[in-house]
Structures are given as C-alpha cells and as structure tokens.
T-cell receptor
Framework: DAGITQSPRYKITETGRQVTLMCHQT?????MFWYRQDLGHGLRLIYY???????DKGEVPDGYVVSRSKTENFPLTLESATRSQTSVYFC????????????FGPGTRLTVL | QKEVEQNSGPLSVPEGAIASLNCTYS??????FFWYRQYSGKSPELIMS????GDKEDGRFTAQLNKASQYVSLLIRDSQPSDSATYLC?????FGKGTLLTVNP
C-alpha cells in the first residue's frame, strides 16, 4: 500500500552508539522531514530534504545526520547517541516545502540508556 | 521566532457538544494553516487545511481563519468519544504544542 513507513518502530540503545532510523515513502513526494516530539516541546524539526541529495537543517540538527540518495528514502542517523536524544521520531513527506500539508509516518520510539 | 500558541488543555466536553479549539500565530506572513489530530501513541494526522479568511467546513469539522487577528480555530460539532485526542495547529512551517481534547460519554 502507498504511504510512509518507518523502521524500527521501537529501539533501545546505549549512549555513544550509532543508530539509524529509516523512513520510506511511496507517494513520490519531493519533500521529506524529520521531527522529534517530546513532552513540553511539541514537534521540532531536525532536518528536511527538498529532493535527492538536497538536505537542510531544521531547528534542532545537532547530533544528527541525514542523507537522501533516493527520493523515497530519508534515513536519520544519530552518530553517537545521547540520553537527551530519547524521544519519538516522526518522518513526514509533502508535495511542497515547509508550510504545505504534511503526511506523517507512524513514528519510532527511541530510548537511549 | 515564529510561534504558534495553543492552550494545552485538557479541554473536556460532553458527548454531542461542540468542541472549540483555538490557536494564535506570530508570523503575519503565514499563508497556510492546518489542524492535525494525534491520538495517544500515534502520529499526527492531517484533518483540515485552510488558506483564506473565513470558515471551511468538512463534515463535523469547521476551521476558521482570521488573518487580521492572527487566529485560527477548529470547531468539532456533535463531539464523539472517538474525537478524544491532541489537536495540533500549524501556521506555515510552525507547529503548536497541541490541545488535549477529552470527550466524555
């Protein structure tokens, strides 16, 4: 079925480890986004991408790396996980840039011990 | 800093009543406005978009926009327990933190 998927759905890791969260969409949307959602902070934009090989920083990019070699995939890597990166991560896609309708994936709940 | 302010709630309404959710935004240049519904433990789901002043109705939902007052609202008529969720308002690229709505049977 068409849509946006994320994997894994749940992940527990340890401080200092590298973790990659995957995002895949089948709508052929040009734009993709990564958010984290924490109590008291709401949704915060980490990185976004306008097309393959075009990425840009959002509000809270430190400690994260993204790539987009294919339009449909937008992985998010935590290079050296910290406890403060414990959060729920949502990937989203859109036909247009920020400020357009966004469609969210189911989320990944990440715990860093 | 472009901000969207929402009352965090919880807003509690009886079943069948009208639920009124409000938000204000700081960026006068915002051209697009959205309401997302987020059930507990789930991802945000787009339920309404509005781009011009006035009302936009979709079933039991009505979005209202007043750009002069920088104010957006969502009305839910005949509220149902299944409407219990957090509602996120977005103005342009900025999201509010959401209002928790509880509909009591």
């Amino acid at each position: 079925d068409a849509g946006i998927t994320q994997s894994p759905r749940y992940k527990i890791t340890e401080t200092g480890r590298q973790v990659t969260l995957m995002c895949h969409q089948t709508w052929s949307h040009s734009y993709m986004f990564w958010y984290r959602q924490d109590l008291g902070h709401g949704l915060r934009l980490i990185y976004y991408s306008a097309a393959a090989d075009i990425t840009d920083k959002g509000e809270v990019p430190d400690g994260y790396v993204v790539s987009r070699s294919k339009t449909e995939n937008f992985p998010l890597t935590l290079e050296s996980a910290t406890r403060s990166q414990t959060s729920v991560y949502f990937c989203a896609s859109s036909q247009g840039p920020l400020g357009n309708e966004q469609f969210f994936g189911p989320g990944t709940r990440l715990t860093v011990l | 800093q472009k901000e969207v302010e929402q009352n965090s709630g919880p807003l509690s309404v009886p079943e069948g009543a009208i639920a009124s959710l409000n938000c204000t935004y700081s960026d006068r240049g915002s051209q697009s406005f959205f309401w997302y519904r987020q059930y507990s433990g789930k991802s945000p789901e787009l339920i309404m978009s509005i781009y011009s002043n006035g009302d936009k109705e979709d079933g039991r939902f009505t979005a209202q926009l007043n750009k002069a007052s920088q104010y957006v609202s969502l009305l839910i008529r005949d509220s149902q327990p299944s409407d219990s969720a957090t509602y996120l308002c977005a103005a342009g690229r900025a999201f509010g933190k959401g209002t928790l709505l509880t509909v009591n049977p």
